[in-house]
């Protein structure tokens, strides 16, 4: 069916890099641009990135702008998130979407010493 | 950066309208989406492009705009209403593609 499935959360020590991961399934995914947006524990929803549906723009929040990067791999269907350099400020559930109609259920980041 | 505001919190009781606004400078030129997000859930597309009601979406959601300023309204509100809600729109150079409001909380008391 009509997915998209996040992985690769956990707690991390500050300063250190982690990648997320967003597998698509039941649509044509190298048709459509691609965002992550993230939620705190309790506050509302932060856009952090978003990607062309060929890979050739990318944009991101300026809370994360130099230390994350946003990738994708359509012939595996996937959609990524490199995150470098955390802070414990991006400790938050992770939701890779495709348009406002197709969301994840997210994965945990929590970056933490 | 661009911002889009919300108030914190609206209550209605059962049966009653609710009504969530969203201001915005670019709100004139860009769509604005509403997404309904319940605990432990991701969010869910109310309304998109201002006013359209996404498939299985029920009739008591509709989207308005004038001006700066975007309403989400919820006629005969129920219990299974109550939730966060968001406005979610772009700012007007594209240098933003997605900006969200701060959330507004639904009490249905």
């Known amino acids: 069916q009509v997915q998209l499935v996040e992985s690769g959360g956990g707690v991390v020590q500050p300063g250190r890099s982690l990648r997320l991961s967003c597998a698509a399934s039941g649509f044509t995914f190298s048709s459509y641009g691609m965002h992550w947006v993230r939620q705190a524990p309790g506050k509302g929803l932060e856009w952090v990135a978003v990607i062309w549906y060929d890979g050739s723009n990318k944009y991101y929040a300026d809370s994360v702008k130099g230390r994350f990067t946003i990738s994708r791999d359509n012939s595996k269907n996937t959609l990524y998130l490199q995150m470098n350099s955390l802070r414990a400020e991006d400790t938050a559930v992770y939701y890779c979407?495709?348009?406002?109609?197709?969301w994840g259920q997210g994965t945990l980041v929590t970056v933490s010493s | 950066s661009y911002e889009l505001t919300q108030p914190p919190s609206v209550s209605v009781s059962p049966g009653q309208t609710a009504r969530i606004t969203c201001s915005g400078d670019?709100?004139?030129?860009?769509?604005a989406y509403w997404y309904q997000q319940k605990p432990g859930q991701a969010p869910v597309l109310v309304i998109y492009?201002?006013?359209e009601r996404p498939s299985g979406i029920p009739e008591r959601f509709s989207g308005s705009s004038s001006g700066t300023t975007v309403t989400l309204t919820i006629s005969g509100v129920q219990a299974e209403d109550e939730a966060d809600y968001y406005c979610?729109?772009?700012?007007?150079?594209?240098?933003?593609?997605?900006?969200f409001g701060g959330g507004t909380k639904l009490t249905v008391l």
């Open positions: 492009k201002d006013s």
């Open positions: 979407a495709r348009d406002g109609l197709l």
């Open positions: 670019a709100l004139p030129k860009q769509y």
């Open positions: 979610q729109s772009a700012d007007s150079s594209g240098t933003y593609p997605w900006v």
